[in-house]
């Protein structure tokens, strides 16, 4: 049976180290759901993985599975499947052997065991590949055994760990597909760890995103981009090239652009955060137009990178190639209400 | 909540003094009663101490009738011989091993490797003649030849691997900066080859060093070394004083040559095979 | 630069080194024990081999010989094993460990000897401690079961297995043995499962190469050995060594027998290595 994942106000500390790795963490990941943690590297996003896998000892705060603490469990008692970066398979095993690797530790009956093995063969497209050695398969056909694999014992929980950074990137659309259908079979929970936002957004119904240990939003992937929680978490997710100093009220955000119209919970000196995709060059006046003049135009072929300047503010904003701008031109923007975020400073 | 950190996944936890207790036991353990015989007189079965500690054994070990000195001597100059020329054969032959493309590559390596696998005396045997008739045989030179082979199989598996360690195209880079492949060799590898040069030399002595039977042989017992006379005050003496003296000194190379290479032995270096056969 | 020309005349020196100095003497070897060369009162033919080999001194020295090489093997093989593993799990000392180990290498098998000779003697170390202790201990050295010599070649070679093993375990070994555990292994299973199968190819080339030095190895047995039986490699000695004419060639016909022994087993392991994965996996089902 799968069940749910929970992290409660974990932290951890490597020795000797001087900054935690990991500060009151907490994560809850429903059974049957796939979560992406999401974090630049160093940001103690496999730390966390380790922790729940048990391999890494957590300095304090709880992991719950099934709503059972699993802190002094050993791995092998978690119930787990991990897949790492690197596939890991066992050398001295054929394929079929490694898949049946966990089934065999529990003692799983032959037959069950042969025909499950022969079922994720199918499921991970590599029938016929029975009684292959690891050392034959390319990367990818290797990754995915490492899924079969970690998935064969169907385990409570699936922990991938960057599972398809070391391949490349045709390669890696293709896992996230397979990846996707997988979790529609077998409906593992799934916590899943990469530094790559498109691959969060792909694979997770809902993303926690890491920063500097400290989980900075856990939320599904189109409201991180439209509310995301912080500068910190925008700028993760490259939505920070306009941010405009001033105070939120309710329904508006005062600032030198003006009186923008907007719907924020957030009150108080802040950030405006407006992605240069929303930024639309309008040819009337209204609520959100702000006049302003254009400073620098790039063309980039699909799109033109254009920067105008309005009441000392840089507005960065792309256009597409039939709204031909040049360096001087007076535009009106508009604002759209519903693409603006406030954020603290 | 303060969780409590994990059992250890397997096995149990020797704390670091019982850790380092042990190995020490185990490695001194014959040496240790070495080192207190050697400074024995009289010491009658079943005392557990010696009736009189002296230095009688040392006196017989350095004196001039043993000829300690002269066997030292005589393996140390050995010792360098081999050492000097199985480091320049082992040195050039890894690097065609690690950076060459070889015909004939594996049987190469296995012939390279027939002196680490086939005992070294069905060869001392066959040998000796031939050493005889080239007038090689009870001389000096005919043991520096003997031992050859042996010393340099273990520095080319050395200095194959210490060669694969360096990147060939700064050898190219400086050679497209108008260095000959000589000064090219001299000036850019061979820096980075130092530390790998100084452990396979000291391999190469330790093998010759330790070399008992193919020195009997080949010298005919007119080439003397430590270990022959090691031998000898051992099977033959009956004084074990004088035995335990001698095998201290000739323990003292070994010992203070790892000890001092300890920082360059990587752990699996096969070439540890080599020393002290 | 990476021609093959100036590789084969960089490798050509050892090469010859080995093909001359060592072959030429194995070559000639053989010729002199097949009558073919050298002193010899026999015309050509197997007769030294015939000769060296009807009486029981051969039988009983190479039963002899195997007994001390097979023993000596698995104790330094099982104790080196044990004590890596274990020393993996310890909170510290690794490195202190370590360093005894390959401090205890270079020490001449000749001095190992002489020492283990002084404390295992009728009236060495041991013994006085027993009989301090009140107990008898039946000979130990020149006895029928050549413990001494056995002793000293498992003393020397266990910290070799040791480091050895410690070298193949810094490897992915942790690694596949934590994705073992989570994929619910108990350690016990890990170990027979993973770790030992992983670490199976180094293990076994470490005893092959124990095995075939203990087999040839001459200054051990001959100091702590009896007179009779004498393992092969003492034989072949006295015999190239005996006064009459024959006993070159037959001493030198008992090293080549011993060499091919030494030669075969080596052959076995590049096959058994081959083979390795496919035997272990068998042993799994």
Redesign the interface.
Known sequence: MTSGVSI??LDHTYPGATAPTLRQVTLDVPAGTRTAVLGPSGSGKSTLLSIV???T??T???VRLAGR?V????????????V?Q?P?L?????VA?NIA??M???GTDRVVVRHRVAELLDAVALPGFTDR?STELSGGQQQRVALA??LA?R?AVL?LDEPFSALDPQLRGDMRTLLTDLHRREGTTTLFVTHDRDEATDVADHVAVLVDGDLAQHAPPAQLFRRPASLAVARFLGGAANAIAGTAHPGRFDCALGSLRLDTPHRGPGLLLVRPRAIVVADQDGPNVVPATVTAVTDRGTHLDVQAASADVILHLTTGPATPLRPGDEVSLWLPPTQLSVVGR | ???????R?LGTVLTRPAVVLLAGLWVAGPLLPLAVQAFTDQWFYPDLLPARWSLSGWRQALGPQSGLAEAVATSIGIGVAVAACATVLGTAAGRALAWHRLPGRRLMELVLLTPVLVPPFAVAMGAQIVYLRAGLADSVTGVVLAQLPAAAAYTTLLMSGVWAGVDPALERQGRTLGAGPWRAFREISLPRLHGGLVVAAMFAFLVSWSDYLMTLLIGGGVVTTVPLLLFATAAGSGNQAATAAIALVAVVPPLLLTALAARQLAGGDTALLGVGR | MNTRRTGLLLILPALAAVVLLFGGGLGYGLAQSLGLAGFTDTGPGLVAYRRVTEGPAFTEGLLLSLWISLVSTVLAVVIGVAAALALRRTSGGRRTATFLAQLGLPVPHLIGAVAVGLLLADSGLLARAAHAAGVTLPALVADPYAVAVIVEYVWKEAPFVLIVVLAALGG?VG??E??????????R??LR??TL??L?PSILAVAVLIFSFALGAYEVPALLGRAYPQPLPVLAYQRFTAAELSGRAEGIAVALLIAVIAVGAAVAYTWASRR??GR??GA?R
């Open positions: 409660e106000t896998a048990g391999l000892a957590p304090g705060g709880d603490s802190l002094r469990l050993p791995p092998h008692r978690r119930d787990l499947g991990v790492f690197r890991l066992f050398p001295h095993l054929t052997e690797f966990g065999r530790m529990r050695r694999r970690a014992a385990p922990l | 909540m303060t969780a409590p950190v994990p059992r996944p | 992915p690694e596949h934590r994705v073992a555990a989570t994929l619910g292994a108990r350690p299973q890990v499962h993973v199968p992983l199976a390795a994965a272990v996996t799994l």
